[in-house]
């Protein structure tokens, strides 16, 4: 499977202020996804970001808190905007690749909003 | 809609003790199932999967069968080591679900030497 490369891994953030993580696959991938990991929790689905188009959102997450971008097949990001203690968790991005069933993740990015 | 749910940890067993994660689904179809890992600090990897019923799943002594009948995924090793020390999270990705991965709760597992 491609690798997938996450970066920052982690980060300390002012109440207020945007962060925007990048996710980089070391080779074409149809569907790209963003989590959110909150402290002691599972994964969340924020959106699927796929090329050539708007990513879909899930339920409780919209557009202007977390935009995201994904110009070509290899990369994406994500910004969490206007950011408050409550959005401190782990991001991951993670890839699903024709033919492969098992989904791979980044390493994630550890956020603290202070 | 898709849901997974497992049991609840944390599970602590004893080095070299037999180790069973609980995972039942609900999905329309035949979804594929996953188990992944999240080691301390670390993002999470793929143990193993099953892409269909009475598949068995392995990776590093750990196995899992995808049990239709029981809609179960349970992840069982046989002798645990203090480096399997982990969160592991059952998974189910479906055409229901538009291929998106629907986690469980997690459960902690911490092997005392």
């Known amino acids: 499977s491609a690798v997938i490369s996450q970066k920052p891994s982690r980060d300390i953030c002012q109440r207020g202020t945007s962060l925007t993580i990048q996710c980089q696959v070391d080779s074409q991938v149809t569907m790209m996804f963003w989590y959110r990991q909150q402290p002691g929790q599972s994964l969340t689905l924020i959106a699927t970001a796929n090329q050539g188009s708007e990513a879909t959102y899930e339920s409780g997450f919209v557009i202007d808190k977390f935009p995201i971008s994904r110009p070509n097949l290899t990369f994406s990001t994500l910004t969490v905007s206007n950011m408050s203690p409550e959005d401190s968790s782990i991001y991951l991005c993670s890839y699903w690749g024709q033919g492969n069933y098992g989904y791979t993740f980044g390493s994630g990015t550890r956020l603290t909003v202070v | 809609g898709d849901s997974v749910t497992q049991m609840e940890g944390p599970v602590t067993l004893s080095e070299e003790a037999f180790l069973t994660i609980n995972c039942t689904y609900t999905?329309?179809?035949?979804?594929?199932l996953f188990w992944y890992v999240q080691y301390p600090g670390e993002g999470l990897q793929l143990l193993l999967k099953?892409?269909?019923?009475?598949d068995k799943g392995s990776n590093k002594g750990f196995e899992a069968t995808y049990r239709k009948e029981t809609t179960s995924f349970h992840l069982e090793k046989g002798s645990v080591q203090v480096s399997d020390s982990a969160v592991y999270f059952c998974a189910l990705s479906g055409p229901q679900s538009s291929y998106k991965l629907i986690f469980g709760s997690g459960t902690r597992l911490l092997v005392r030497p």
């Open positions: 099953a892409t269909k019923a009475d």
């Open positions: 999905a329309t179809g035949y979804p594929s």
